[in-house]
C-alpha cells in the first residue's frame, strides 16, 4: 500500500480527523539509519505524526518536531511539508528494549528508550522569524506526548493514535497514525461517544497490518459521519545537496577554512537524514571561499 494521508470532518464538521498510513516510508528510514527495533518504533511514530502534522501547513511551510528525552535513544529531529515529505534523524539508532512484564510484556518499550523531557515543536511559516513552542513529555510513547502537546500549546483537544510494528526480521510490518482535533462547536454527546470508540479502538498498527486503510480508520473514529476533504501521498525525502552543504561551508570561519584548503585539501559532509556523503577538492574549497567575496 503506498503511503497517504487523508483529512476529513465529521460529525457535522464538529471534529477534524487525520489519518495515515506510512509503512513504506518508516521502512524506508529504518534502512537509512540502520535502526534497531525500539528506536525504529520511536522514529517511526515521529515521523508518522509529524507527516500528518505537516498537511496543517500550506505547501511551503514546514515543521520540525524534536523529541529530547533522557533515554538511551537520545534526541530525535524531524522536519515535515505541507507537501507530504518527511524526514528525520536519531542520535542513537542501536535501541532494543521490550517490557520485561505486565500486559505488554514482549512489546517494544519506546517510552523507556525516550525517556523523559519535552517534545518541541517549530513552524517555518516564510516569515522573518520561526516560531516555537513545547510540552513536556508525558510518557514517551509518542501518542499521548502529542496529545498533551496539541491541548497544552496549541490549545486543541485532540487525540493522537500512532503506531509502528516491527517483524522479527527488523523490517517494518505497518506503521501509521490518526490525529483527532475537536472543534469548539462539538458537543458534549459527540465528545462521550468518541471516548468510547478510541477506547475501544484496536492499535493502529495493528489494523493496517490486516489491511486496513486510512478511510477505514477515519470511517470508524467518525462512525459513518466523514466528509473526506483531500489525500495527499506521503514519502520520506531529503532535499539536502552538494550545493546546501557549500553553503554551509561558506558559513565556517575563515581560520577553519583556511585549515582545510590549505591541510587537508579536501572536505566531506556527510547529511544526518539520509546518510549520503557529499566530497570537495581543494578547487571546491577555494570557489567556496572566494563565493564568500562575492
Avoid at 482535533?181 to 458537543?187: D, G, I, S, V
Avoid at 461517544?193 to 477505514?216: C, F, M, Q, R, Y
Amino acid at each position: 500500500m503506498k503511503d497517504y494521508a487523508l483529512i476529513s470532518y465529521a460529525y457535522d464538521k464538529t471534529v477534524r480527523i487525520y489519518a495515515a498510513t506510512t509503512t513504506s516510508l518508516v521502512e524506508e528510514a529504518r534502512q537509512l539509519h540502520h535502526t534497531w527495533p525500539t528506536a525504529t518504533a520511536a522514529l517511526g511514530r515521529v515521523l508518522s505524526v509529524s507527516a500528518m502534522m505537516g498537511l496543517m501547513y500550506k505547501e511551503g511551510e514546514r515543521i520540525t518536531v524534536r523529541i529530547k528525552g533522557d533515554g538511551p535513544i537520545g534526541p530525535i529531529t524531524v522536519e515535515a511539508s505541507g507537501s507530504g515529505e518527511v524526514r528525520g534523524e536519531i542520535a542513537n539508532p542501536k535501541v532494543y528494549i521490550k517490557y520485561e512484564d505486565g500486559p505488554n510484556a514482549g512489546k517494544l518499550n519506546v517510552g523507556a528508550a525516550i525517556g523523559k523531557g519535552f517534545l518541541f515543536v517549530t513552524k517555518d511559516l516564510n516569515m522573518r522569524e520561526y516560531f516555537t513552542s513545547s510540552s513536556e513529555l508525558q510518557t514517551g510513547e509518542i501518542g499521548d506526548d502529542f496529545t498533551y502537546y496539541f491541548t497544552l500549546s496549541d490549545q486543541i483537544s485532540s487525540s493522537v493514535g500512532v503506531g509502528v510494528l516491527v517483524n522479527t526480521n527488523q523490517h517494518v510490518l505497518a506503521a501509521g497514525g490518526y490525529i483527532l482535533q475537536l472543534m469548539p462547536n462539538c458537543t458534549e454527546k459527540t465528545i462521550a461517544n468518541l471516548e468510547k470508540i478510541i477506547a475501544e479502538l484496536p492499535p493502529v498498527s495493528s489494523l493496517i497490518e490486516h489491511g486496513k486503510t486510512p478511510e477505514d480508520i477515519i470511517h470508524r473514529l467518525a462512525n459513518g459521519t466523514e466528509e473526506i476533504l483531500f489525500k495527499k501521498d506521503l514519502a520520506y525525502f531529503c532535499n539536502c545537496s552538494k550545493e546546501r552543504f557549500a553553503r554551509s561551508l561558506a558559513a565556517l570561519d575563515e581560520m577553519t577554512l583556511d585549515e582545510l584548503i590549505e591541510q587537508d585539501e579536501k572536505a566531506e559532509v556527510e547529511c544526518h537524514f539520509c546518510h549520503k556523503k557529499y566530497h570537495y577538492n581543494k578547487n571546491d574549497l577555494l570557489a567556496i571561499k572566494q563565493s564568500r567575496k562575492a
